[in-house]
Structures are given as C-alpha cells and as structure tokens.
C-alpha cells in the first residue's frame, strides 16, 4: 500500500510539471551551416526596395 | 479512529504543495540555470505562419553579445543546446527575443553568420517532407529540442528558414508586440516572389495575398487574417535570396550610425528613396545582417 501511495504522490509530482505551462521552452539553437553568399549585394537597388 | 474530513483536508493540501513544487523549477530552468518566462504568454493552439523564434548563428558571440546589448539593450543569458554546446538566450526586458549560438569559421572562408527566423508549422516533420519534395535542401533535419521539434531548410531559391512546431504553444501576439529592440517583421528578398509564394503556402500553410506598392507588387504570407511574413522581388539580380529580419528602433538612421560605431556595417542607409526613410540595413560585427525599422508612432 505504501509503494502503491509513493507512486501515486510520483505520478502527480511528473503530471504537475509537465502541465505547469512554463517550462522554459525557448530557444532552438540549430548549428546551419549554409554560406550565406555575399552580402554587399543589399547595397545595390536600395529605391526598389517595395 | 480516523477522520474522513482530516484526511481530505491533508490529502488536498499535499496534492497543492506537490503542485507547487514541480511548477517552481519547470517554471524556469535551463540546463545551466533559471529562465524566467513568467513576462512571457504561449497561445493554446499553434500560430501556424507566424514567425515564433529567430537565432542569430555567428562567428563570434562575444562581438554579437557587445553589438546587440549595445544597440538594442538586449540582457543575456548563457545556457547549453543539447549535446553541451553553449547558446545564449537574448531579452528584451522580460521577453526572450532571441538565442545565439557561435559556429566555426569554415576553412574556405565562406560567410556564415545570419539571422535565422523559426515559423510555426503545423508538423515540422512533414513540412520538410513537402519542402524537399518541392525542391528545398534540408540543412539540418527534423529533431527534437528545448522548443520542440524544428529543422531547417534551403527554399528552391536558396534562403534558409527554420520549421519549428512548440510543445508548449507559441509567443502570442501580445508578447510579440513591436518595440524597441523587438523583431517587428520578416521579409524574404526572392527572384520570383510568385513561385516562392507558392512554396511556402505549400510547406507552411500560408494564404497569399499580393498588393500593390510603390509601383511594384508585394506579396502578403498570412493565416487566419494575421500578417505573418512578405515576399518582394530582391532588387539587385546578384543578390542572394534571403529572409531578412527586421528589429524596432525609434530612428533607422541613428539606430544605424550606432550600429557602425559598434563594429557593424551600413549596407543601406536610412533615406528617402528607401521606403520614406523607415529603416536601414546593416550588418553585425560577424556580417549577419539585419534590418533596423522605424517604429510606428
């Protein structure tokens, strides 16, 4: 009975945090390592910018 | 002889200290220490198309660390992406705007540093599927992380975007609100505003709406009645397409001589003939760019 109640107190404790909305779930962090080419380009055309 | 009532009572008043305990560290831990997101709120049903999160991927943090702080005056925080690796998590007063993370110069001395937008997609896993079937490359594929799961691709034109689907929901509108220092906008300068239009209605979900300004077409990327991204026509043909990232500022001419000053570079200044004065384009010391617009008064 004792380890049926610590389980139960356990499972409430882990249902708790998982529903507590707030779970420090920001950020991604995804090495991309595609070159981006060049730039400078941008400086090119800046009055046809829509 | 026990008492039913004295036993609900301590039952009830268990299951609330229980409750507290695992809502007071999930509230805010990172792998390295408290993240606080109590400034920020998460919508119930993903935003699908909105753009949810942006990491600046760098070749040198602690140059963007200075930069950012200084321009936008952006607090940081240091935790660790899986496998260790340290990523830096950016505010803005109470919210998290963005992470950085430093990658590796590589050895043919191609430029990598870039600002890196996150939409919200329904299921990152079959996007990529739609995406690569459509003729994306898959730069990093699908994969769980603090967020959830996400992944990045390379559209058919070239610019790179991430796939993100939340586990908790997604920054809501009123925390995405523009401000100084916020990411207000993201653009993609494309060669075929049309087809790449097409693309992303078919990876992301996007109704498409195309609009007359300044004498040329501007195409809308929306859902649900929500702005969520354009598309124009990049104005040079030797430009690479790219999503830009556009962050609030006061004055896009100030904001941008300060930008210098801080080791950055104009690319385009603020004037007239650039959408009335409104913003500028710059590059972080690293050469990521971004762009800096005036906020509506």
Not at chain 2, 76 to 95: I, N, Q
Not at chain 2, 109 to 117: A, E, I, T, V
Not at chain 2, 202 to 214: D, H, L, N
């Amino acid at each position: 009975m004792r380890g049926i109640r610590i389980t139960g107190w356990v499972l409430l404790f882990l249902s708790a945090l998982s529903l507590s909305g707030c779970s420090g779930s920001v950020g991604v962090g995804l090495s991309v390592g595609v070159p981006v080419g060049d730039h400078g380009y941008i400086s090119v055309g800046g009055g046809r910018w829509l | 002889m026990r008492r039913p009532v004295l036993d609900t009572a301590r039952a009830c008043f268990s299951v609330v200290i229980v409750v507290l305990l695992a809502a007071l560290p999930s509230g805010c831990v990172s792998p390295s220490g408290k993240l606080d997101t109590s400034g920020m709120s998460f919508s119930s049903e993903p935003l699908i198309g909105k753009i949810v999160w942006n990491d600046l991927i760098t070749e040198d943090i602690d140059a963007a660390r200075r930069f950012y702080g200084e321009l936008f005056g952006w607090t940081f925080e240091s935790t660790t992406r899986p496998g260790g690796r340290p990523y830096t998590l950016a505010r803005s007063g109470k919210v998290y705007v963005a992470g950085m993370l430093q990658v590796d110069a590589r050895a043919d001395g191609k430029r990598l540093s870039r600002w890196l937008p996150y939409v919200s997609v329904t299921d990152v896993d079959s996007a990529v599927a739609r995406a690569a079937a459509a003729g994306a490359g898959v730069a990093v594929g699908a994969r769980d992380v603090s967020l959830g799961r996400v992944a990045a691709i390379v559209d058919p034109e070239g610019a790179v975007i991430g796939l993100a689907r939340s586990r908790i929901g997604d920054p809501d509108d009123s925390t995405t609100a523009p401000g100084p220092g916020r990411v207000v906008w993201t653009e993609l300068l494309a060669n075929d505003p049309q087809t790449a239009a097409g693309f992303y209605r078919s990876v992301v979900g996007y109704e498409v709406r195309t609009i007359a300004r300044r004498g040329g077409q501007y195409t809308l990327l929306m859902n649900r009645g929500s702005d969520r991204a354009g598309i124009f026509k990049k104005p040079a043909d030797e430009m690479q397409s790219v999503w830009l990232t556009y962050f609030g500022v006061d004055d896009p001419a100030a904001a941008a001589a300060r930008a210098q000053a801080l080791g950055g570079k104009v690319l385009l200044p603020a004037s007239p003939q650039l959408r009335e004065g409104s913003m500028a384009v710059v590059t972080d010391p690293s050469g990521a760019v971004l762009v800096l617009q005036k906020l509506a008064s």
